[in-house]
């Protein structure tokens, strides 16, 4: 811990009013110690992370963290506020304030002391100690667990060997040291429970939800052991764990991974928060489950329940709901090979022009000399790359619907997508109906000799024989009728009708500014790069350039009339130029959370303007994200970036106007009465 916080990283008298202004606070002391090359970059990230679910945790404590690319070495600063900061816990502001900081790239020891330290923000007497300490140096020895601890207090912090991946609680009777609120009461017999936690950064979370579930399981004579799938390692539990346990918690914000190894366990599925902050109630749930002998079947990729009872977690979601989460796992992982692809392409037309994408093949011409010759290696670079986008959009849509096994299936109705020429539509279908065709398979009942070759032999050799006779026999051909003529109305496209379309793109893009509706428009603008024509490309530059318009135009509008908004609308606005033109449209949020009223219909109305303007000036794009760093490889870039001028501008206007108008009938609240939501990424 020595190499991660010093007393120049401790602050006993944080000043700051707001998470925001708390991060900047204590990021500068990371800039100043040299482990912060890019303080407004590392607060963006920060700020990204906080927007996918807040960090206060109750008891006080506030461990917004991130990975960044701007950090140089795993770092952790740590403030104290008298009056506290709202960090989004259930139970008020947080006094004590942990800014994690981790590189891109942080190797695994780094991040096991971090998540001792996570585990250790769950014992009362150190964060006490820490209320109660004067001095920065010592509060930072006893962060790092140098200080001598008097006898009967909780243990040291852990070192990396002592806080491995799997946390496990003992159900023998052994007395806990001190109370440990809401713990669950000693059942008749030890109740064998097996957990897996998980975070989106998997930095923080992921232990302290561990180390929860651990504490009330000690006190309640409970036997768990933990799976903790974060970035310190993905130790997975024995097999002869999962197979003596009662009950299954699932406490997690990311997918878990091969969960199948739990089919037939009761399973208590809940996010990461509810095992830190509920941990006693998700083990009773899961006695109660065990009792009633309920059993799960993992045959969808979620859990359904066998007994026909009510499903698992996110199986009560509407089958919309779930079908819009098969489509965007699939879209999730093609748009790497999108990003890669598109970039290297339109790389190698601005150094080779057009006519790069007809040369010789590289392997038997290239001139090291010659600039024609690397246009051409980068252009078929990317081809290649783009050659993988229908099998995986496939692979992926089934992965999601029914795990790993339905990965072949998956990949092989995407290929042969292409290989009929359905594409994009094609692939969407291929997925859909090899998940479907796994799920199927999975229900039936099989000899326990064959359970061990099902998923790795015969459910990938039967449903992708299903699959391959589908899409060549049945319904490829209706498929790549119907994608051609997509294509062709896309590349139809011209004067009004071209400007309709992207009037709604841009109003798609700014309703809900990274929910459904935006995600939507996305995912066509993206689909349509899997067989790239002019209609698609400029479908692409019309969707990211409206995408765009709602941060900027929040970040605009506080710059020009900072007295309509609040303290922290204005410390959101900073960053919100940042996040408008690098394309993350969920940096308007905090606004519209706000003020909903005003700020969306304004928001929209420049969307709408964006992506009319752009469709009319014919301006391109070959990459599905980058904002304002992909300009130069945008058809018509200077056009492009007045349709973006354009619509930033309405938008403002609109929304100064708005406000302005308001303020005549409504006394302006006061900073600390604004929604305290932090920008999005």
């Not at 698609?536 to 020009?560: D, Y």
């Amino acid at each position: 811990m020595s190499e991660l916080i010093t007393a120049a990283l401790v602050d006993l008298d944080l000043s700051a009013e707001t998470k925001q202004d708390a991060a900047r606070s204590l990021a500068e002391r990371m800039v100043a110690e040299g482990r912060v090359t890019d303080l407004d970059g590392f607060l963006a990230d920060v700020a990204a992370r906080e927007a996918q679910m807040p960090t206060g945790l109750d008891g006080g404590i506030g461990i917004p963290h991130c990975r960044s690319e701007h950090v140089t070495a795993p770092t952790l600063a740590f403030g104290r506020s008298g009056p506290g900061i709202d960090f989004g816990a259930a139970d008020g502001p947080a006094d004590l304030v942990f800014l994690i900081a981790a590189p891109a790239g942080a190797d695994d020891d780094h991040l096991t002391i971090l998540s001792a330290l996570a585990r250790r923000l769950m014992d009362p007497e150190f964060t006490e100690a820490l209320r109660a300490e004067r001095d920065s140096g010592a509060a930072a020895a006893l962060i790092r667990g140098e200080e001598a601890e008097p006898a009967g207090s909780a243990p040291k912090a852990p070192t990396p060997e002592a806080s491995a991946p799997q946390a496990s609680a003992a159900g023998d009777g052994t007395p806990v040291d001190g109370p440990v609120p809401g713990s669950v009461a000693p059942a008749t017999g030890p109740l064998r429970i097996v957990a897996v936690t998980s975070c989106p950064t998997g930095i923080a979370h992921t232990y302290m939800a561990a180390e929860s579930l651990a504490a009330a399981a000690r006190a309640g004579g409970v036997v768990l052991d933990v799976e903790t799938q974060g970035s310190a390692g993905f130790e997975r539990l024995d097999p002869a764990l999962i197979a003596a346990a009662d009950a299954v918690i699932w406490a997690h914000d990311v997918e878990v991974r091969e969960k199948s190894r739990f089919d037939g366990k009761p399973i208590v599925d809940t996010g990461v928060k509810a095992g830190i902050n509920r941990p006693a109630e998700l083990i009773a749930e899961a006695r109660q489950k065990a009792e009633r002998g309920e059993t799960t079947v993992l045959a969808t990729g979620a859990a359904a329940r066998q007994d026909g009872g009510a499903t698992a977690g996110g199986d009560h979601a509407h089958f919309g709901v779930r079908l819009r989460t098969y489509l965007m796992s699939g879209v999730s992982y093609m748009v790497p090979f999108v990003a890669a692809g598109g970039l290297l392409i339109a790389l190698s037309f601005a150094i080779g022009g057009y006519e790069i994408a007809g040369a010789k093949s590289v392997a038997d011409h290239f001139v090291w000399g010659e600039a024609a010759s690397w246009a051409a290696l980068l252009n078929q670079i990317g081809t290649a790359a783009f050659a993988f986008l229908v099998p995986v959009l496939a692979g992926y849509i089934a992965y999601g619907m029914a795990d790993r096994p339905a990965l072949v299936p998956g990949f092989v109705g995407g290929a042969i997508a292409l290989t009929i020429d359905a594409g994009f539509l094609g692939g969407l279908v291929a997925g859909l109906l090899a998940g479907a065709v796994v799920m199927a398979i999975q229900r039936v009942k099989v000899h326990p000799t064959l359970r061990g070759i099902m998923p790795v032999l015969v459910i990938p050799l039967i449903a992708s024989a299903v699959v391959g006779f589908l899409m060549f026999i049945v319904v490829g051909k209706p498929i790549a009728s119907l994608q051609r003529a997509l294509t062709d109305g896309l590349n139809g496209l011209s004067g009004s009708n071209a400007i309709i379309l992207g009037i709604v793109l841009g109003l798609m893009m700014c309703f809900d500014m990274g929910g459904p509706l935006n995600k939507v428009a996305y995912a066509f603008a993206v689909g349509g790069l899997a067989d790239p024509t002019p209609g698609s490309l400029k479908v692409m530059a019309a969707v990211m350039a409206a995408g765009m318009v709602p941060p900027l135009a929040m970040a605009l509008a506080t710059t020009v009339r900072g007295r309509l908004f609040s303290r922290t609308e204005r410390e959101n606005g900073r960053a919100a130029w940042v996040l408008g033109a690098s394309f993350i449209s969920e940096g308007a949020i905090p606004f519209a959370a706000a003020d909903p009223l005003r700020v969306i219909p304004s928001v929209m109305a420049g969307g709408a303007v964006t992506g009319a303007l752009s469709m009319a000036f014919d301006c391109t794009l070959r990459a599905p994200h980058g904002g304002i760093f992909v300009v130069p490889l945008i058809g018509n870039p200077f056009l492009y970036l007045l349709a973006i001028a354009a619509g930033t501008t309405v938008a403002t206007t609109l929304v100064v106007l708005l406000k302005s108008l308001g303020r005549n009938t409504e006394a302006p609240a006061p900073a600390a009465e604004t929604p305290k939501i932090s920008v999005a990424a």
